[in-house]
């Protein structure tokens, strides 16, 4: 037996239902979509580099992720301002070119370095290191959708969708039940 | 094989093909739940192939599985409302597809999650998004066979560390990508308690969790998420035991090659009483190099430990697991994790989490300081709500606070289909 009766108080699960429906509606509405900052291909594309570079110019590992910026050219953009976001990239790479900042001391600065697709952490050809870089899926792609608006508009709309369905199952299961319950 | 049966074989065989196709594209509008609650074991649970077409939980559910659903896991408004019967659970597919039946060995299911995340950093602070887009089925030729799997949809931007791994489509960038996290075929024998299960499978290790971020699930490598690997499964069910262990022959939605992780994982986990159970695991596999860090260092990782679920009283379950990591890469890690959950009422669950990691200092960089998760402790805690409000739904809130981290705000609302 249930700890809370909700039968003599509670409104219709129906209704419930569809005001759980509306605050799914207005939540999506709500909540700005943003995309989700991509450093590799922002980096590429700021800078024009011939190929896109791999997490681990700045992180320990290509997971990412807050806390593990170990790389010499990783830290030296966190000093001049990068942080979590990706607006604060391109001053971060402007301010480290304006000084110069060669992280591997080789004599070619950082930024020049990663224009002609090399390291600055080091001697590696990272367009090279990009060719052993990991390659998801076994074939055929997808065309990409026109906005990130139109992606949750679809989801959310599938969602609908599939609520109104369990709530019409509902119904007829209860009426089944209540059916079968009358005729004994 | 009995004479004759080889026909039978083949005819089943193309219906199955059939059958299963059309099984993903009924899966938009099928409804039962799906998921994997470790915490089910205060309700007797100790093998999770009771309610699930998988022996250790997760994804699609039995016939059986959706009774338990619905007269367990989710809120009751109207005492009056009677349970409904197995054969309702086939039954409603009748009203949509009235010209079709659906065979009482096809199950199809699946699994709508969107997310909203706050996170206390100094701008672009709330993201919202769609987590899971998954339809699963499973079609039973004959009592002893059985085809399956999931088909999905993913969008993540370069580098993120989700789905990538179970990519079906080649999208490199940050379009969508069409994904199957498992497909497999299985043999059940021992009156379907056991089965052999070759395909891509999730692995056999620790606690089976929807929390793929957890540490335990994350520095492991054995999440439900995109951690599946290509093998062969062998699962034992007994009164008292369970017995999982997977050959690992590599994720072949992976390249190169050399990036693809060989080796085992496997599970023992018993009963010695009703709601308690205590379970051991252990992993080792080894790639020619880091798929996460791709270098000419070839990479071995193991992972060994001790997990245990208990239910106290009526009200509460404690979970808890505690890896130790060894990495060719790294010094001797650990992690951990406990979870307190409490059902408040029936299908309103509050959770408490705690969570320990240190992954081990480094062996590359010569003088590399020690900080918090390589080299030293980190802590991390959530506390969780999560309401099974109505059938098929169910929303959650986590409040998460990881050390050096920003604190998060996460907001789900899940629909199983």
């Not at chain 2, 009677?82 to 299911?109: K, M, N, S």
């Not at chain 2, 024998?189 to 699930?217: I, K």
Request: with cysteine.
């Amino acid at each position: 037996m249930s700890r809370f009766n909700y039968s003599d108080k509670s409104m219709s699960t129906s209704s419930r239902v569809g005001r759980v429906l509306a605050l799914l509606v207005v939540l999506q509405h709500a909540s700005p979509s943003h995309a989700h900052p991509s450093f590799p291909s922002s980096l590429q594309s700021e800078l024009s580099m011939p190929c896109t570079p791999a997490c681990t110019i700045c992180h320990k590992d290509n997971l990412g992720g807050f806390g593990t910026i170990s790389e010499p050219f990783g830290k030296a953009m966190q000093a001049d301002g990068l942080t979590f976001v990706e607006p604060s990239l391109g001053p971060a790479l402007r301010k480290l070119e304006g000084a110069g900042t060669d992280s591997d001391e080789d004599g070619t600065g950082d930024v020049l370095e990663l224009r002609e697709g090399q390291d600055p952490n080091g001697a590696l050809d990272l367009c090279g290191q990009a060719a052993l870089a990991a390659r998801y899926g076994c074939g055929a792609r997808i065309a990409q959708s026109p906005s990130p608006r139109a992606d949750l508009g679809g989801a959310a709309t599938a969602l609908l969708v599939a609520l109104s369905l369990c709530v019409s199952h509902r119904r007829s299961a209860r009426r089944r039940r209540l059916l079968r319950s009358h005729n004994g | 094989m009995a004479k004759g049966s080889l026909p039978k074989l083949g005819r089943a065989l193309r219906s199955s093909l059939l059958r299963v196709p059309l099984a993903f594209c009924l899966v938009t509008f099928s409804a039962r739940r799906a998921n994997a609650y470790p915490w089910m074991i205060k309700h007797g649970y100790f093998a999770c192939g009771t309610c699930h077409s998988e022996s250790a939980g997760g994804e699609l559910l039995t016939a059986y599985g959706r009774v338990i659903s619905e007269s367990v896991l989710s809120s009751h408004f109207h005492e009056s409302d009677a349970a409904p019967t197995a054969r309702e659970g086939h039954e409603f597919f009748q009203p949509y597809f009235a010209a079709f039946r659906v065979p009482d060995a096809l199950l199809i299911g699946g699994s709508v999650r969107f997310a909203t995340l706050y996170r206390d950093t100094p701008s672009e602070r709330v993201r919202a998004f769609p987590m899971q887009l998954d339809g699963y089925g499973d079609d039973g030729v004959f009592a002893w066979l059985h085809f399956g799997g999931s088909l999905g949809l993913a969008k993540v931007p370069v580098g993120s560390p989700h789905a990538r791994a179970a990519q079906l489509t080649t999208n490199q960038g940050d379009g969508y990508n069409l994904l199957s996290r498992t497909h497999y075929i299985r043999y059940e024998f021992g009156d379907g308690a056991h089965s052999l299960s070759l395909g891509r499978l999730n692995l056999p290790f620790g606690l089976r969790m929807s929390e793929h971020v957890m540490w335990v699930r994350s520095e492991t490598a054995t999440d439900r998420e995109s951690d599946q690997q290509h093998g062969l499964v062998l699962d034992l069910n007994f009164d008292t035991l369970r017995f999982g262990f997977m050959a690992i022959a590599g994720n072949y939605q992976l390249n190169p090659d050399r990036l693809r992780k060989r080796g085992y994982s496997a599970y023992l986990e018993l009963s010695p009483s009703s709601g308690t159970t205590l379970g051991a695991s252990s992993l080792v596999t080894h790639a020619r190099a880091d798929a996460l860090a791709p270098t000419s260092l070839s990479d071995t990782r193991q992972a060994h430990g001790l997990f245990a679920r208990s239910s106290l009283g009526r009200e509460f379950v404690l979970l808890a697991e505690a890896d130790l990591l060894l990495h060719t890469q790294h010094e001797p890690g650990y992690v951990g994790f406990a979870d307190l959950d409490f059902e408040a009422f029936r299908g309103f669950h509050l959770g408490a989490i705690a969570e320990l990691l240190d992954a081990g200092h480094t062996k590359l960089e010569d003088g590399a300081a020690r900080v918090a998760g390589e080299g030293k402790p980190k802590f991390g805690a959530w506390l969780s709500a999560q309401w099974f409000f109505v059938s098929h739904f169910d929303v959650r809130l986590d409040a998460i606070r990881r050390q050096n981290e920003p604190f998060q705000l996460l907001g789900q609302i899940h629909v199983y289909l």
